[in-house]
C-alpha cells in the first residue's frame, strides 16, 4: 500500500523511458474562482541561491465531488543551474480526474512570453519504480521550457484532482510547509465549499500564522526562518509544520469503512480455485496452526509482490481471486488472499493497517486518515493466542507472535470499528549484527592460521542479504566470495564458504573458512601483539542540540544489538603466563550497553566478546547531559593480546568465562554476548 497525501507535484526533471499516453489528458484553461493568487514578492539586491521563489501558492479546495489541488509559482532563475526549473513534470491519478493547465509564462524586461504557443505538453505512463516491483498507473506529462535564461521569471500553474478515487467523498491529507523551505513567498491555503469543512489539526508552530476564515484556512510567509526539528529526537518531534485535514470521524471510522473494502475483496466466488486450496491445506494439516502457515507458505511462495495501483486501487485492494488468478499482488491484494482462505479453514482473522516507514511514533495525536499508513498484514487468532502472518515477506519469515517490523501503532479493521493500537516495544533479544571469528595460530607467529569466520544479520539486512544469495547455487556462492577475498586483503585462501537462512532466529549466516596470515606487531625481544577482530568501540558522540532548539526534549537512539566474538588459538611452544590482554568493561552511555569481555585458558586460548545494545530507546536531557561528562572516561582502545616472554601477566578486570566460537553455536539465544544482567532482562 502506497499513501499520497497531495497527489500531484511539481517535478524539476523529466523521466525517461517513456510509453507516449494521448495529449486529451489534460485541459488548458483559467484557475477556479476558489484560487486567490498570492501577489509576486520583490526580488531582493541581494538574493542567492539557483533561484528565488517570487511566489508559491499551494491550495487544496474540497468539496462534493472530492479535493482538488491547486499549484503556482513565479520562480526568477538566478543562476544557470537554476535553469532545470525549465524542464517541467506535472503527475496525478487519470482515476481521479484530468489536471487543467493554467499558464506556462516567461516574463523577461516587460514582456509576457506564452510557453503554451511555443511547445505542448507531452503525456506519458511513467512507471519509474518497476525495479521494485511498483505498478502505479500515473500519468506525467513533461514540458521543456525553450529559450529560458538567466534573469527570466518562471510563471506556472496548473490544478489536478487529488483524491483518492477509493474514498472519492471523504477527504484527507497535508500540507507542509518544509523544515528548510527556500527563500521567497510560499502560501498554504485549505479552502471548502459550503458544507464541506473537514476536521483539521495544525502543528504548534504554524497556528499563530494561520489565517481563519469561514471556509478557509491561509498561511502565508515572506521568507520563511528554518525550522529544525530537536537533533537526536524522537520521531515525532520531526512533526512540524504541517496541515491536517480528515473528513473521517476517527479511527473507528477508518477501520469500519477499510473492513468494507477488505471484507468484500477477500469473498470467494462459489467456484473459486481458492477454495479447493483450502481443502488441500485441510486435508494435509490437522492442527490450526499448521494450517495457517500452510496458507501463508502459498500466499508467499506462489504469489510474487507487485504494486498495483492501477485505477485507483491506492487504497482499494484486488479480490483474493483476481490476486490468485493473475498470481502477482501487493499487500493488499496477499492480505485479501489470506484472509480468504483462513476464512475457509474456519479460523478467524483480521486485516491491520500498519506503516512499514518507521514514522508512526505519535500516531496517536494525528487526525484519522487511511493517509497515515502505508501496509496492511494479517492478525489471526489460533487457539486464544495472536499470530501475525505478512504474506509479502520471503517464505522464511512464518507466522509469529508478533509482527516482524517493530510497529508503534497499528490499526485493526473491524465491522463496528476499532481504535488504534499501541504495540508493545519490545527489547531486542538477538544480535542484529554479529561476527564471529577463530584465528588458529597455533603453527607460530610466522605462519598462515586457519581462519573460521561467520557474520550474522537479522531484522531487514537479514532478509537483504537472504534475497540475495538465496537464488544462487552454493558453488556460485562460494566462487563469488573467494573472488572477492583472495587478493584483495589478508586471505590467503578460501577453502570454503556456506550460507543459510536460519528460520528460528531470523538469521542470515554466511560462513567463510580458510587461511590467513595474522597481523601480529614484532615488538622486539620475541614479544608480540595482535589486534583481535571487532573488538573495540568508538565513543559516542556528545547529546547536544544548537541553540534554539528543544533543550529539553529527549533523546532518541534507534533500537540497535550487535555482538563480535573471536577465539585465538595460541601458537604451540608459547606458556600461558605470557600472554595477556588488555582492558575489559562492562558500562551503560546514554542508554546503551558497552560490554567487553576477554578471558585467557589454560588451554592454550584468549576468547574475547564485545557486545553492544540499546537498552532504553528514548532518555531524557538530565541524563544525556550527565553521560556527556563520562565520554571522556569511556575505553575506545582496541581489543589487544599481547605475548613477552620474558613477562608473566596478571588476569586484567573483571573475570567472566567466555566460550570459544566452537564450544557454543553463538548465533543461537544463549550466545553470552552481554553481561549477565543484561542476558536475565532479555
Known sequence: MISRFVSAAMILGASAGPLWAQNDQITFGPPPSWVVASDPMPVPEN??????????????????????????QMIRILQPQGLQAGNVSLVWNPAAGKPTVHRVHIHREGEVIDVLQKVSFEVLRREDQLEVAVLDGLLTAVLRVPDLRVGDDLDLAFTVPSHDPTFRQTNFGMLLLGTAPPKGRMKLALTWAKGQEP??????DLQRQAIRQVDSIELLYDNPEA???????????????VLEYSDFVDWRDVSRRSWRLFENASRLSPDSPLRQEAARIAAAHSGRRERAQAALRLVQQQVRYVYVGLNGGNLAPATADETWER????CKGKTTMLLALLRELGIAAEAVLANNSGVDDGLDQRLPSPGMFDHVLVRAKIDGADYWLDGTLPEVIPMRAAPFLPYRWVLPMSEQGTELVAMPQQKLALPQEMGIFEIDARAGFDQPARQIQTTVKRGVEGLYEYLKFAPLPSDQIRTAVRDALIGGGAWNDVDDVTYRYDRETAASI????GSAAP?????????????????GFSPPSRRQRPGGQDQQAPYFANPSYSCHATTVRLPEGTES????????FDTMLFGKVYYRMMEKRDDGTIRMVRGSKVIHPEISAELASKDNQRIAAFDNSMARIDYDPKRTFKSSGVSRSVPATYEIDWTKRAAPCMPPDVMEGQ
Do not use: C, M
Not at 476536521?199 to 504548534?204: D, F, M, Q
Not at 498470481?327 to 501487493?330: K, L, N, S, T, V
Open 519 to 535: 597481523d601480529w606487531d614484532e615488538k622486539g625481544g620475541g614479544a608480540y601483539n595482535l589486534v583481535l577482530p571487532g573488538g
Open 577 to 584: 603466563r605470557n600472554w595477556g590482554f588488555n582492558s575489559v
Open 227 to 241: 525550522l529544525i526539528p530537536p537533533k537526536d529526537a524522537p520521531p515525532r518531534y520531526a512533526w512540524v509544520r
Open 199 to 204: 476536521l483539521t489539526r495544525l502543528t504548534p
Open 327 to 330: 498470481r502477482y499482488g501487493d
Open 510 to 513: 554466511l560462513t567463510i573458512v
Open 47 to 72: 538574493a542567492e541561491g539557483a533561484f528565488f521563489l517570487r511566489k508559491h501558492d499551494t491550495i487544496v479546495h474540497l468539496s462534493e465531488g472530492g479535493q482538488e489541488f491547486h499549484q503556482g
